[in-house]
C-alpha cells in the first residue's frame, strides 16, 4: 500500500451554525482518481472547497503527502500541489485568457521549488498544446469564450500550478454533450499522465468511467465509499444513494 | 484656435492631476470595496509633512522623497490598522470608518497645526511660466502632466505587464478565485494602500505647490475631485478613472475660460451639473464596461 496522496479524516465543516459536510473520510492514493457523486445540496462543492482549504476545518484532520495541513489557507495548499478548479468555472472575465493561465501558475515557495520563468512559459506552451482554442483566443477577455471554452480555461489554469491533485467541480455542468465529452476526453488523458483528481458531479455515468473509487454524499455524509468496480448498479445507485425517488430531505 | 489650446493646456494639467486622484481610490475600492472619504485628508497630512520637513530645514531634493515615504507609510497603516480591520463583509461600515477617519484627521490636523494656511514649499523656477504664441503654461503644470504621464506609464505595467498586478487584478474580480491562485488578499490589500500611498505622496506635493498654502480643511476639496472624477470614469475600472479625470479636468477648465465672467462663482456646481448629465446619460461612467479589457 502506497502512502496516501491525500488523507482526510472525520472532516466536519459548514456555514455559520450549520454543519454542512459530517465526519467525511477520504483517502488517495498518487494518480489515483474518486468521483464524489450526490444530489444539489449534498455537500460535494463546500467539501472540495474545505479540501482547498477555502473553508476551515471544524473538525477532522487532513495531510498532504504526509504533511498535516489541516489549519493551512488556500495559498498555502495551493503552492503545495493542491489545485481546484472551481465550482461555475469562476474564470477571471477582466483578464485576458492568457492572463488567466498565468496567474494561475503560483510561484511555489513552500516545500517545492518556485516555478522559473522558463517553466512557467513552458506549461503555458504545453496548456496552448493541449488546447489550441485558448491559443487563438489568448488576447481576447477570459469572459469572451463559450462555456466548453471556460470549462476548458478553467482546467488549463488549474493545471498551470503542476499541481499532484486536481480537483474539479461540475466539469460537465451547463455543456452540451458532445462539449462535455470532450472534457471528459480530457481528464482521463490527465489521468494517463498520472495526475490524481476529484472530479464532483451530481450524477455522472462520465465520471464513473473515470474514476478508481467513488463517494456518494448525501445530507453531508459519506453514504457510500467504493472502488467503481464494486459499485451496485447504475439504477439501484440512483435509487438508493442519490435519491432520486425518495422524497428524503436534503440538508444545504 | 490660441483659446482653444489654452484650454487643452489647463484640462490637461488639471486632468493629470485628477486621474491620479482618482486612481489613487480605485486601487483600493478594487480589492477592499472602499471609496476612502479621507483620502484628501491623508494627502493633507502628507503635505503638512512636507511643510514641517521644510521648515526644520531640509532642502526639497530631501523633502520630496521623505514625504512620499511617509506617504506610504501613512496608507499603509491606516489600511493595515483602520480598514482591515473593518473587514469587507460589509462596504457601508467601512464608508462609515472612511467618514469617521477623515473627522479624526481633521480635528487632529486643527489640534497640531491650527486653523491658519501654512505657506508650502514651492521653489520659484517652478512657478515660472512659459509664453509661446500667446500660450501660458506655468512650469509647474509641465511637471505635473509629465510626473503624471510617469506614474500612469508605470502604473499601466505593473498592472498589465507584472505578476503583481494581475494578482491585484484577479483579486479585485473574485479574491476567492485568487487565493486558490496563491494570491494572498491581505498581501494585495496591502499593495493596493501602497501604490495609493505613492500616489497621494505625489499630489500632496504637485497639488500645494499649486495652491501655495495647506490648511487643515484642505482635504474635503481633494477628495471631492477624486471622487467625482471616479465617478465619471466608472468605479473600479483603472482606465476609466484616468479617462474620469481628464474629463472633469477638460470640463474646468472649460468652463473656467468660457463662462461668462457673472457666471464663474457657479463653476464649481455647474461642474456637478455636467456629472449629473453624464451619469444621466452613461451610469456605468466612461469607463464602466472598459474594466473588461476584451472590449
Not at chain 1, 478548479?85 to 516545500?111: K, Y
Not at chain 1, 481528464?187 to 483528481?197: F, I, N, V, W, Y
Not at chain 2, 457673472?262 to 455636467?274: I, K
Amino acid at each position: 500500500m502506497p502512502e496516501p496522496l491525500l488523507s482526510v479524516h472525520g472532516l466536519v465543516t459548514g456555514y455559520g451554525p450549520n454543519a454542512v459536510v459530517e465526519q467525511v473520510d477520504l483517502s488517495l492514493c498518487p494518480g489515483e482518481s474518486v468521483a464524489l457523486l450526490g444530489v444539489n445540496g449534498a455537500g460535494k462543492t463546500t467539501l472540495v472547497s474545505t479540501i482547498a482549504g477555502l473553508n476551515p476545518l471544524w473538525s477532522g484532520s487532513m495531510t498532504f503527502r504526509g504533511d498535516t495541513v489541516t489549519k493551512a489557507g488556500p495559498e498555502a495548499r495551493a503552492t503545495m500541489g493542491i489545485s481546484l478548479c472551481p465550482e461555475g468555472r469562476q474564470i477571471f472575465t477582466s483578464l485576458t485568457v492568457e492572463e488567466n493561465l498565468l496567474i494561475g501558475a503560483t510561484p511555489s515557495r513552500r516545500r517545492r521549488p518556485a516555478a522559473t520563468a522558463a517553466q512557467v512559459q513552458e506549461r503555458l506552451a504545453r496548456s496552448y498544446e493541449r488546447f489550441p482554442i485558448l491559443k487563438e483566443r489568448r488576447h481576447g477577455g477570459g469572459g469572451q469564450l463559450s462555456g466548453g471554452e471556460q470549462q476548458m480555461l478553467a482546467i488549463a489554469r488549474a493545471l498551470m500550478s503542476a499541481p499532484e491533485l486536481l480537483m474539479v467541480d461540475e466539469p460537465s455542468m451547463g455543456l452540451a454533450p458532445a462539449v462535455a465529452s470532450t472534457v471528459y476526453g480530457l481528464l482521463r488523458e490527465l489521468k494517463r499522465e498520472g495526475l490524481a483528481m476529484i472530479v464532483v458531479e451530481e450524477s455522472s455515468n462520465r465520471a464513473l468511467g473515470l474514476v478508481d473509487q467513488c463517494i456518494v454524499l448525501r445530507g453531508g455524509r459519506s453514504v457510500l465509499s467504493a472502488p467503481v468496480g464494486e459499485l451496485p448498479d447504475h439504477a439501484t445507485l440512483l435509487e438508493v444513494y442519490l435519491g432520486s425517488s425518495t422524497s428524503e430531505e436534503v440538508t444545504s | 484656435m490660441t483659446g482653444f489650446l489654452q484650454v487643452f493646456l489647463d484640462g490637461l494639467s488639471l486632468g493629470s492631476s485628477y486621474s491620479l486622484l482618482a486612481l489613487g481610490l480605485t486601487m483600493v475600492f478594487g480589492v477592499l470595496g472602499l471609496v476612502n472619504f479621507a483620502f484628501g485628508d491623508m494627502i493633507v497630512w502628507t503635505a503638512f509633512l512636507a511643510v514641517e520637513l521644510t521648515s526644520i530645514g531640509l532642502p526639497l531634493p530631501a523633502v520630496i522623497p521623505l514625504t512620499l515615504v511617509g506617504s506610504v507609510a501613512l496608507s499603509m497603516f491606516v489600511g493595515e490598522v483602520v480598514f482591515r480591520r473593518v473587514g469587507t463583509q460589509n462596504p457601508l461600515s467601512l464608508l462609515l470608518v472612511s467618514f469617521g477617519l477623515s473627522l479624526v484627521l481633521v480635528a487632529l490636523a486643527v489640534q497640531v497645526f491650527g486653523e491658519l494656511a501654512l505657506m508650502f514649499p514651492s521653489p520659484t523656477a517652478l512657478n515660472t511660466v512659459l509664453q509661446v504664441d500667446g500660450l501660458q503654461i506655468s512650469m509647474l503644470s509641465l511637471v505635473n502632466v509629465a510626473v503624471a504621464a510617469v506614474i500612469l506609464a508605470a502604473l499601466f505595467v505593473l498592472l498589465n505587464r507584472s505578476r503583481l498586478g494581475l494578482a491585484l487584478r484577479a483579486t479585485a474580480e473574485n479574491a476567492r478565485t485568487a487565493r486558490l491562485m496563491a494570491v494572498r488578499p491581505k498581501s494585495m490589500v496591502r499593495l493596493s494602500f501602497a501604490i495609493t500611498g505613492v500616489i497621494g505622496g505625489v499630489i500632496a506635493l504637485l497639488w500645494f505647490m499649486k495652491v501655495g498654502t495647506v490648511t487643515p480643511r484642505s482635504g474635503l476639496d481633494i477628495t471631492l475631485k477624486a471622487f467625482i472624477a471616479l465617478v465619471i470614469g466608472g468605479l473600479g475600472s483603472a482606465r476609466g478613472a484616468v479617462a474620469g479625470g481628464f474629463a472633469l479636468g477638460f470640463a474646468e477648465a472649460a468652463l473656467a475660460s468660457w463662462l461668462p465672467v457673472d457666471l464663474r462663482g457657479l463653476q464649481q456646481a455647474l461642474a456637478f451639473v455636467v456629472v449629473v448629465i453624464l451619469l444621466v446619460l452613461r451610469p456605468q461612467g466612461i469607463g464602466g464596461r472598459l474594466l473588461d479589457v476584451s472590449r
